[in-house]
C-alpha cells in the first residue's frame, strides 16, 4: 500500500485514457485520477466528476498537485508531449509506441535520468492471461526446447476508415507502430533482444495510406548453434483469425486462439474492481482456453496426449501498481525507457530490413 496518494492526470480521453488508463489508474489503490485533458466534449467529467478537466497540456502541467502524466494522444505527438511533462518536472506513462522514433526514445530516456523522472511505455500486453501462460509454460519447459514462437495479433477492417488519424500517413501511425510494439516487446519480455531481425511491412488493402501488414522474425541463436525463431504477425485482412500463439518445441506445441478478455470487458461497460479487493478479474471463459500437445515418448510421435491450460489472470492493474510503487520507491519498474527504446529500434529496423529485402543485425 502506498504511504501517500499519487495524483494522475490523463491526456486524452479517446479509447485509450477511456478504456486502458483512467479505469486501472482509479483501481489501484494510492493513486487516482485527479485531471483529465480533454479539449472538447463532457464526456471525461461524466465519467469521472471528482477529477479536474482541462483544456490545454499548459493548464495540466502548471497544476504542482499532478505527480504523474499518461499521455494518450495521437502517435506522432507523444515525443513533444512528454518532453514537456518531464521538462515540468512531473513522471510520464506513455501510450504505444512510446516515441516515432529511437532517437526520440533515447532523449527521453536521457531527459528523464537528468530530471530524476520516470517516463514509462505502456507496455500492458505483458500482463494479458495468454502471455502470462506462455510465459509459465517456457519457464516450466512444458515443450522441451522451443523452436519456433509465433504471435498473431490480426483484425479485419479491409475498408480504410475516413477522417481517422490512425489512418492518416505518418511514419508513426500505421499497425507496424500500433500493434508491433505489443508484440515485440512481449518477445523482447520472454528471450531478451535477438541476434538479428527480417522483415516484411506491408500495405496490403486497397486505398490505404498506412502500413496495415507485416511479418517480423526475430532470430536467436541458442545453446550449440540450436536457436529458433520468434514470428510476430499482423494483418488488417484477417477474416478469419490465426491463432494469437502457436509455439512448438521438442517435445510438443502450444495453441491458443482470441485475445485477452480485458479491452473487450471494459469497452462492454464492466465494472474494474479495486486491486485487493476479494473479486476476481479477470477469469476467461474455459472455451477460450489455449491446447497443450506432447508427445510422451518421442520414439512414438504419433502417439499424442492433449490438454487444455487454463489462462492465467489477465490483470493490467498490474501495471500501475508497479509504476505506483516506483515512483515511491518500493519496487523496481518493470518497464523502462530502454524497453521503450528497444522496441521502437526494432520497428525501424523491421521497416528497414523490408524496405532492403535482407536480414539485419539487431545491435541492441
Known amino acids: 500500500m502506498a504511504d501517500r496518494e499519487i495524483n494522475v492526470g490523463v491526456v486524452g480521453f479517446g479509447l485509450g485514457g477511456r478504456v486502458f488508463h483512467a479505469p486501472f489508474v482509479n483501481a489501484v489503490p494510492g493513486m487516482r485520477v485527479a485531471a483529465i485533458l480533454q479539449r472538447k466534449g463532457d464526456e471525461a467529467a461524466k465519467a469521472y466528476p471528482a477529477a479536474r478537466i482541462m483544456r490545454s497540456l499548459d493548464e495540466l502541467l502548471a497544476d504542482k498537485a499532478i505527480d504523474l502524466v499518461v499521455v494518450t494522444t495521437p502517435n506522432p505527438t507523444h515525443f513533444e508531449m512528454a518532453r514537456r511533462t518531464l521538462e515540468a518536472g512531473k513522471h510520464v506513462v506513455m501510450d504505444k509506441p512510446f516515441t516515432a522514433t529511437s532517437e526520440q526514445a533515447a532523449q527521453l530516456g536521457q531527459l528523464a535520468k537528468r530530471k530524476g523522472l520516470l517516463v514509462v511505455p505502456f507496455h500492458n500486453r505483458r500482463w494479458d492471461g495468454d502471455f502470462r501462460t506462455v510465459r509459465k509454460l517456457i519457464e516450466t519447459h ?5 523452436v519456433t514462437f509465433e504471435s498473431h495479433f490480426d483484425r479485419f477492417r479491409p475498408v480504410p476508415r475516413a477522417d481517422q488519424w490512425q489512418e492518416a500517413e505518418d511514419p508513426a501511425n500505421g499497425m507496424l507502430f500500433d500493434l508491433g510494439p505489443h508484440l515485440l516487446d512481449q518477445v523482447l519480455g520472454l528471450f531478451g533482444p535477438p541476434e538479428s531481425i527480417v522483415a516484411s511491412v506491408r500495405s ?7 502500413e496495415d501488414a507485416f511479418d517480423i522474425t526475430l532470430i536467436y541463436p541458442g545453446a550449440e548453434g540450436k536457436g529458433f525463431r520468434a514470428h510476430c504477425r499482423t494483418s488488417y485482412l484477417a477474416c478469419d483469425y490465426s491463432p494469437r500463439f ?3 518445441g521438442t517435445k510438443g506445441s502450444f495453441r491458443k486462439h482470441g485475445l485477452d478478455p480485458q479491452e473487450p470487458k471494459l469497452v462492454g461497460g464492466a465494472a474494474l474492481p479495486r486491486l485487493g479487493s476479494p473479486e476476481v478479474w479477470l477469469e476467461e471463459d474455459e472455451s477460450a482456453w489455449g491446447t497443450l500437445t506432447l508427445a510422451p515418448n518421442p520414439n512414438l510421435p504419433g502417439a499424442l496426449v492433449q490438454s487444455q491450460v487454463k489462462t492465467e489472470l489477465g ?3 498490474g501495471f500501475y501498481a508497479n509504476v505506483r510503487d516506483a515512483i515511491l520507491g518500493a519496487a523496481p519498474l518493470a518497464l523502462t525507457a530502454e524497453d521503450g527504446y528497444r522496441v521502437i529500434r526494432l520497428l525501424e529496423l523491421a521497416r528497414q530490413s523490408s524496405a532492403e529485402g535482407r536480414t539485419l543485425k539487431a545491435n541492441l
Open 142 to 146: 512444458a515443450l522441451g526446447r522451443l
Open 204 to 210: 496490403d488493402r486497397d486505398g490505404t495510406a498506412i
Open 246 to 248: 502457436l509455439l512448438h
Open 315 to 317: 490483470d493490467y492493474r
